[in-house]
């Protein structure tokens, strides 16, 4: 079946200690996303790349970094996590130009000791 | 600015009662609205979504929508709940190359 996958579903880092998340699919879109969704909170737009253009939302901490390599990998890079970091972390993808609808993944747990 | 109002934090409803669930969205121009479903540490689920056209849409698991232009309006129903559709339940608009805008989010309990 095609989808979207994140690893690890569950994530513990130290505080400061750089981390990446990535996230895969094989839906063959062309725009990724990734959400920031605190405990009890709506998922926060962070970032999205459409194709190789990356597009940073204005209120995205520097903190927060990604890569694109190819059409089926997105990673997200935490550089210096801070407890307020502690979230979880969704990927989306969806087709620009085709149907508009995200798809998500399961997302992973980050827990900042 | 865009947003997307969910009013009701939390719901209550008993197991074979119908559902709504409330949301109201501010955008320039019709957006393209979603409802999503979450269950606890999961991701989201797709239940259905308005571009345009009929104003009814129908979804999975038994859910449907009604969009009213005049309400900016976009409610979820569901006519008989069952206990698993305990989750917590979000109301989106934008799409494409944007990204989405979420509601905060209602809470489904459902009674026995």
């Known amino acids: 079946d095609a989808m979207v996958i994140q690893n690890p579903r569950y994530q513990v880092t130290q505080f400061g200690k750089p981390v990446t998340l990535s996230c895969s699919q094989t839906l063959n879109h062309n725009v990724m996303y990734w959400y920031q969704q605190k405990s009890s909170q709506a998922p926060k737009l962070l970032f999205h790349y459409y194709d190789k253009d990356f597009n940073n939302e204005a209120d995205t901490p520097d903190n927060f970094q990604s890569r694109r390599p190819n059409t089926s990998f997105c990673f997200l890079d935490i550089r210096s996590p801070g407890l307020g970091d502690a979230a979880m972390y969704l990927c989306?993808?969806?087709?620009?130009?085709?149907?508009?609808?995200?798809?998500f993944g399961p997302g992973t747990r980050l827990l900042v000791l | 600015a865009q947003s997307v109002t969910q009013p009701d934090i939390h719901i209550t409803v008993s197991e074979g009662a119908s559902l709504e669930l409330r949301c109201n969205y501010s955008?320039?121009?019709?957006?393209?609205l979603f409802w999503y479903v979450q269950s606890p540490g999961q991701g989201l689920q797709l239940l259905l979504k308005?571009?345009?056209?009929?104003?009814l849409v129908q979804g999975i698991k038994g859910f449907e929508a009604e969009f009213k232009r005049s309400q900016s309006s976009f409610n979820l129903r569901k006519p008989s709940v069952h206990w698993s559709d305990a989750a917590e339940y979000f109301c989106?608009?934008?799409?494409?190359?944007?990204?989405?805008?979420f509601g905060k989010g209602t809470h489904l309990i459902i009674q026995p």
């Open positions: 989106a608009a934008g799409g494409g190359a944007d990204g989405l805008t």
């Open positions: 308005y571009f345009s056209g009929d104003t």
């Open positions: 989306a993808t969806a087709q620009r130009g085709g149907l508009e609808t995200q798809y």
């Open positions: 955008y320039g121009a019709t957006p393209y």
